[in-house]
């Protein structure tokens, strides 16, 4: 069992930066691929990215690729997305997931979800 909350999001101005923080509870945390997705009004929900429980093999969206980074550190329960050069195509709701043996940009094969939260970018 992995209970995710996320934190960190807000307004920002185009060509800004965030850094997004998601913190997870439970026993298993360590052995869980962790992943960001977003969804904005009247679209489909967008992997962003994804991060193997050893940290060793990170996914990007191809829209966020040399922009965004994520990582882990499984001694703090907590994964971070930090986004760069951020455009006005980034405001969407942003979730934080998490799954065992899992395709890691498959939002449907994921089994744990945080709440989400609002990332804006102003143009």
């Known amino acids: 069992q992995v209970q995710l909350v996320e934190s960190g999001g807000g307004l920002v101005q185009t060509g800004g930066s965030l850094r997004l923080s998601c913190t997870g509870s439970g026993r298993t945390f360590s052995s869980v691929t962790m992943g960001w997705f977003r969804q904005a009004p009247g679209k489909e929900r967008e992997f962003v990215a994804a991060i193997r429980w050893s940290g060793g093999m990170s996914y990007y969206g191809d829209s966020v690729k040399g922009r965004f980074w994520i990582s882990r550190d499984n001694a703090k329960n907590t994964v971070w997305l930090q986004m760069n050069s951020l455009k006005p195509e980034d405001t969407a709701i942003y979730y934080c997931?998490?799954?065992?043996?899992?395709?890691?940009?498959?939002?449907?094969?994921?089994?744990?979800w945080g709440q989400g939260i609002q990332v804006t970018v102003s143009s």
């Open positions: 997931a998490g799954g065992l043996r899992i395709r890691a940009n498959v939002d449907n094969e994921y089994e744990y």
